[in-house]
């Protein structure tokens, strides 16, 4: 079965560049989740959504950041202008709808800003 | 905010030793988990314990939890090089929402 994709694994780019992320989550999953991993902060939710509508996005950092979910096989998490601070590495993760779940999660991107 | 709190923030042993790592959380949940982090790889699922269990095992990996501390504890048993990863606890707090501690980096020294 394939697991959750993301892509690009590797992103680098200059500073106020749009930046765009995407996630394929597991088919059958309706709850998809975007995070965000530093050293400095940890893992932390940025947003998430059941079956394709965005149930809470307070952990969006700023407004320049985005996320959609046009149908329940895709999703992008857009970065616009981009910022070094930005600079992390983006998991997606999906889970089926009951709970409690495991989520399963993709490789991630490393996103460099310079 | 980071909900766990994992305890110690990096742990080295011996092949074939065991590893203890501890989480500590802040209110009350519904179930608790456990990931494992390969470097450069996301995280994997390893069990998951609900608040009205005391114990879990699966393979050489075995879960404690006391609600009344807060606080569950991860072993893995006979530990082997592959082991070497983070090990992160993530309590559920509204809805689908997982909340993730700081991890545990695990050295397993061949």
């Known amino acids: 079965d394939a697991g959750v994709i993301q892509s690009p694994r590797h992103e680098v780019t200059e500073m106020g560049q749009e930046v765009t992320l995407r996630c394929k989550p597991i088919?059958?999953?309706?709850?998809l989740f975007w995070y965000r991993q530093t050293m400095m902060r940890g893992l932390e939710l940025l947003i998430y959504?059941?079956?394709?509508?965005?149930?809470?996005d307070s952990g969006m950092p700023e407004d320049r950041f985005s996320a959609k979910m046009p149908n329940a096989s895709f999703s992008t998490l857009k970065i616009q202008p981009s910022e070094p601070r930005d600079s992390a590495v983006y998991f997606c993760?999906?889970?089926?709808?009951?709970?409690?779940?495991?989520?399963?999660f993709g490789d991630g991107t490393r996103l460099s800003i310079l | 905010s980071q909900q766990g709190e994992e305890d110690p923030q990096a742990l080295s042993i011996q092949e074939g030793e065991n590893a203890t790592m501890n989480c500590s959380y802040k209110?009350?949940?519904?179930?608790l988990q456990w990931y494992r982090q390969n470097s450069g790889r996301g995280l994997v699922h390893l069990i998951l314990?609900?608040?009205?269990?005391r114990e879990k095992h699966s393979g050489r990996l075995r879960v404690t939890l006391d609600t009344s501390k807060k606080s569950s504890s991860l072993l893995i048993t006979a530990s082997r090089a592959a082991d070497t990863a983070s090990y992160f606890c993530?309590?559920?707090?509204?809805?689908?929402?997982?909340?993730f501690g700081s991890g545990t980096q695990l050295t397993v020294l061949p």
């Open positions: 993760a999906s889970s089926p709808g009951d709970r409690p779940v495991p989520q399963h």
């Open positions: 088919s059958g999953h309706n709850s």
């Open positions: 959504f059941n079956n394709n509508v965005p149930i809470d």
């Open positions: 209110t009350s949940i519904n179930n």
């Open positions: 314990i609900r608040s009205n269990e």
């Open positions: 993530a309590t559920d707090g509204t809805a689908r929402q997982l909340t």
